[in-house]
């Protein structure tokens, strides 16, 4: 094995132990540490895989910005610490679809002859991601922020809600 | 053999970059304690060593023998993390700043960087993203009302900012045509880009401000309404591991204002590494100026600030500088 094969699987192992960890955490905040690791994980299953780009685009966005908002939403809400992992009954049902679904993966992935074939090595230059971001897939990727940008005006206007008579529609100083 | 030579020149250039770090972020203590002293008419501190010289020692002996006190209430492992975060992220960018060209030794060049990666500018946003964890996960786990108030306003602030610093970050990335550092500086060999860029490096400048927390953005661990903020509960060698982490962030955003803007180590006359120098200490010296002029902002000031005129103006500003460059091709 050579040491990015022994890396990867070292990477994978992180990841898919994290992973487990996030789903049967009691505790909301270990949850969210455990997610930070799963998310560092990937970024770096992805530089190991010659695309350091999309790996150090998933700390900053995932890792770095989607996690702390949840981390900051737990903390404003103040929820009862537990402590160790969530009861067995609660885990069962979504174990057994978990482990089917890696089940079927594995065999749908094993059934296809272009699976057998390694990979060759490969470098992704940050240009290279661009230019197949904004130029061969420049349709996929406006779509997707125009949605996003839908999804975020309709959040907005239910999260005000309707002002009464005499009040204000935005909320009072600040944010 | 090549192999073990490049491992041990790595581990060399490892040991003198964290030695380089830790030692200014020591002596960032006393000069801005100097600094502060001579603002208000006083002398600062004097009479460890000549000059005042030895101070950092004494600290740093003094948070050594101080007793580590772990209140009752707190998760503990993560209140042992925490701070760690805080220090290890900010010397973890330092990996990406390169010190100068590549030095030839014995028929090798060496180049004066630990990992010249080809996505260092993402790298250097990347961890400074992570710190925050350090910042919330500390004033989560404190079981204090104030800790909590403070993390929960450092970590939105924080995240408000970095889209700013972000932004501000991209017209530097689109005339020098890569993320990697090393050419970032070489692409400034001409005029640097905070001539180029005025409004790219005043906003970058603010927003990082703001991401180091220091007055006039120090919500988090305002004194007259949060004790401490994040950072009442540590004592001893914790809380001075979060205040290593934020002075070695203060040279660690020197040398980065000093690459993405200031042309690095082009200057006349002197040799590059002084040039270097002079300008990784000079972000820091106007940091601690401010912090002794400016009076500290109300907490919707500061979010105002962030999103109705720095993200704005950061986008503006790549507009205008893709059409410029538009233009001009």
Not at chain 2, 310 to 328: K, Q
Request: a neutral charge; aromatic letters at 10%.
């Amino acid at each position: 094995m050579t040491a990015l094969g022994a890396l990867f699987y070292l990477l994978a192992a992180v990841l898919l132990g994290a992973a487990i960890l996030t789903a049967t955490r009691r505790n909301p905040v270990h949850a969210v540490c455990c997610a930070v690791v799963v998310f560092l994980a990937v970024g770096g299953l992805f530089a190991v895989l010659g695309a350091p780009l999309p790996g150090v685009l998933m700390v900053v966005v995932y890792a770095g910005a989607i996690m702390v908002l949840f981390l900051f939403i737990i903390m404003l809400l103040g929820l009862p610490a537990g402590d160790g992992p969530l009861p067995a009954g609660r885990l069962l049902v979504p174990g057994i679809l978990g482990a089917a679904t890696l089940l079927a993966l594995f065999v749908l992935i094993g059934a296809d002859p272009a699976a057998q074939t390694l990979l060759p090595a490969a470098q992704a230059s940050p240009a290279a991601v661009g230019t197949l971001l904004f130029d061969t897939y420049w349709l996929a990727v406006e779509a997707v922020s125009i949605l996003l940008f839908a999804a975020l005006a309709a959040a907005l206007l239910l999260g005000r809600g309707r002002p009464g008579p005499g009040q204000p529609a935005t909320g009072g100083r600040g944010a | 053999m090549d192999m073990w030579l490049g491992v041990l020149v790595m581990l060399v250039k490892m040991a003198v970059v964290l030695g380089v770090a830790l030692g200014l972020a020591a002596y960032m203590i006393l000069l801005e304690r100097k600094l502060l002293g001579r603002f208000q008419v006083r002398y600062g501190p004097n009479r460890v060593g000549l000059f005042g010289l030895l101070q950092p020692l004494a600290d740093g002996l003094k948070m050594l023998l101080k007793e580590d006190i772990i209140p009752d209430g707190v998760d503990r492992r993560i209140f042992l993390v925490a701070p760690a975060v805080v220090a290890g992220t900010a010397l973890a960018a330092f990996a990406v700043v390169p010190f100068g060209e590549g030095l030839t030794f014995f028929g090798h060049t060496v180049p004066q960087v630990i990992v010249d990666s080809n996505v260092g500018l993402l790298m250097v946003l990347a961890l400074s993203s992570l710190a925050v964890y350090g910042l919330a996960l500390g004033a989560w786990t404190s079981d204090n009302k104030y800790s909590l108030l403070g993390g929960i306003r450092g970590a939105a602030q924080m995240i408000s900012y970095e889209l700013a610093l972000g932004l501000s970050l991209v017209p530097v990335v689109m005339h020098a045509r890569s993320l990697s550092l090393s050419d970032i500086v070489a692409a400034q060999s001409g005029l640097p880009f905070a001539l180029m860029e005025p409004v790219a490096f005043a906003t970058f400048i603010i927003a990082s401000l703001a991401e180091t927390k220091r007055i006039p953005f120090d919500l988090p661990e305002a004194e007259n309404e949060l004790q401490a903020g994040f950072h009442t509960e540590y004592s001893g060698m914790r809380f001075a591991l979060f205040f290593v982490g934020e002075y070695v962030n203060m040279v660690l955003l020197g040398a980065v204002t000093a690459i993405f803007f200031l042309g690095g180590w082009h200057g006349p006359f002197f040799p590059p590494i002084v040039w270097l120098a002079v300008k990784v200490l000079a972000v820091p010296v106007f940091l601690i100026w401010t912090r002794a002029s400016l009076p500290r902002l109300r907490y919707d000031q500061l979010m105002a600030l962030g999103w109705k005129v720095l993200v704005p103006l950061a986008l503006l500003n790549i507009l205008v500088t893709g059409a410029l460059l538009v233009l001009n091709a």
